[in-house]
Structure formats: structure tokens, C-alpha cells
């Protein structure tokens, strides 16, 4: 079946430093990535839609400068998140999509300090 | 805006029984319904979908039914096992490659 890896699984940075996640789709093309934050007992909350070759179309309230998305070929989407602050600390989460197949990643736990 | 929104946050079941769990959606346009189980510390996990041109749909030990008319979603589990403890997630989609839009959340504990 599909698979899709995102890296780190974990991370842990300082306040004020950027941070970059990695979503990959292991035997498919994706032709549409997803990344979502999730706050402990809520919810996921789509951050924003990355379509290959093109801009990413971020969500209400999702500031498209401190959560930078790059999606630079079919089987790879990264978000960084710069100039991280505690508040930014949650779990994210990537979703490649194939046709109506939606595969996520295992997520990426990022705790500021 | 719309959304898709569940009725109870907290289920308590018996192992070996079965448990539903609810959910609302409130957007008539959404065509694709899918059932994600999430583990803590990890990304949602595929349970089953159903389309709108039905309105149930079975795999193993679990059914999802989908009344159109009051634009309700449930998810069966027979015999639920320690193992299914979990949150469980309805999530809706109206086109292929569209944004998916996930419910509240609902927490299942399965008691031995």
C-alpha cells in the first residue's frame, strides 16, 4: 500500500531557530500534500494545501511566513517552520494525496524551548 | 463555516462488545467520508470510507453507515478489543484531491 514518511519524528529547538519536516510519498506520486497541526486531545487542523510545482494555499489564521511550504517534486513536500516559539510546539502532520487515497505520515512531534 | 463535529468524546466500551461512535457533518456538498483511527503519537491510521451514493458500507469487525438525510456518520466496531483503544476521527471530502475536513474526535477505552 501507499506509504508516506515524514521526518524527524521528533525535534527539539531552541526559540528564535527554524525547523524543516520532510514528507515523502515512498511509492506513489502525490500530486497534492496536506499539512496539518494538532494540539494535545484536539483535533487535526489543516495548515495548508501544497500542490506540486506551485504555491502553497494556506488556511485562515496560518501565517505563510513563518510556516514556509516548499512542494518541489511529486513525491516530496517540506514545511519549515522559522523563527519557532513555544507556542509553536504541537504535532505535525503530513497527508499525500492520490486521487481520492489520502495516506499521513507518522507526524512530527517539535517542542520550542 | 462548515464543518464535521461528533456527539460524544469519550467512549467507554466492554471488551467484546461493540461500540459506535457518532458523527455530524453539516456540509451537504461532501461526497467522501472516511474513518481514521489514531494512536497516540502517531498519524491517523485508515479504518474505512464510504461514498455518498451509499449508505453503508462493511470491512472486517467494522460498518460505517451514512444517513444523507440528517448528514450522520457512525462507525461500528464488533467486538472491540483492547487494541481499539484509540481516538477515531470522521473526516469529509467534497472531490478527489481535496482538502479533508476531520471531526472532534472521539476517544474509545476498551475495559478488560
Known amino acids: 500500500g501507499a506509504v508516506v514518511s515524514q521526518h524527524p519524528s521528533w525535534v527539539i529547538c531552541k526559540s528564535g531557530t527554524s525547523v524543516k519536516i520532510e514528507c515523502r510519498s515512498l511509492d506513489f506520486q502525490a500530486t497534492t500534500m496536506f499539512w496539518y497541526r494538532q494540539f494535545p486531545k484536539q483535533s487535526l487542523m489543516l495548515m495548508a494545501t501544497s500542490n506540486e510545482g506551485s504555491k502553497a494555499t494556506y488556511e485562515q489564521g496560518v501565517e505563510k511566513d513563518k510556516f514556509l511550504i516548499n512542494h518541489a517534486s511529486l513525491t516530496l513536500s517540506t514545511l519549515t517552520v522559522t523563527s519557532a516559539h513555544p507556542e509553536d510546539s504541537s504535532f505535525y502532520i503530513c497527508?499525500?494525496?492520490?486521487?481520492?487515497?489520502?495516506?499521513f505520515g507518522s507526524g512530527t512531534r517539535l517542542t520550542v524551548v | 463555516g462548515e464543518s464535521v463535529g461528533l456527539h460524544l468524546p469519550t467512549l467507554s466500551v466492554q471488551e467484546g462488545d461493540n461500540s459506535i461512535i457518532n458523527c455530524a457533518y453539516s456540509n451537504s456538498a461532501s461526497d467522501y467520508f472516511i474513518w481514521y483511527k489514531q494512536e497516540s503519537g502517531k498519524g491517523p491510521q485508515f479504518i474505512i470510507d464510504?461514498?455518498?451514493?451509499?449508505d453503508k458500507r462493511q470491512g472486517q469487525r467494522v460498518t460505517v453507515l451514512l444517513n444523507k438525510t440528517v448528514k450522520h456518520l457512525s462507525l461500528q466496531i464488533a467486538a472491540t478489543q483492547p487494541g481499539d483503544s484509540a481516538v477515531y476521527f470522521c473526516?469529509?471530502?467534497?472531490?478527489?484531491?481535496?482538502?479533508?475536513?476531520f471531526g472532534g474526535g472521539t476517544r474509545v477505552l476498551v475495559k478488560p
Open positions: 464510504i461514498r455518498s451514493n451509499m
Open positions: 497527508s499525500a494525496s492520490q486521487n481520492y487515497g489520502y495516506t
Open positions: 473526516a469529509e471530502n467534497r472531490a478527489a484531491g481535496n482538502k479533508l475536513t
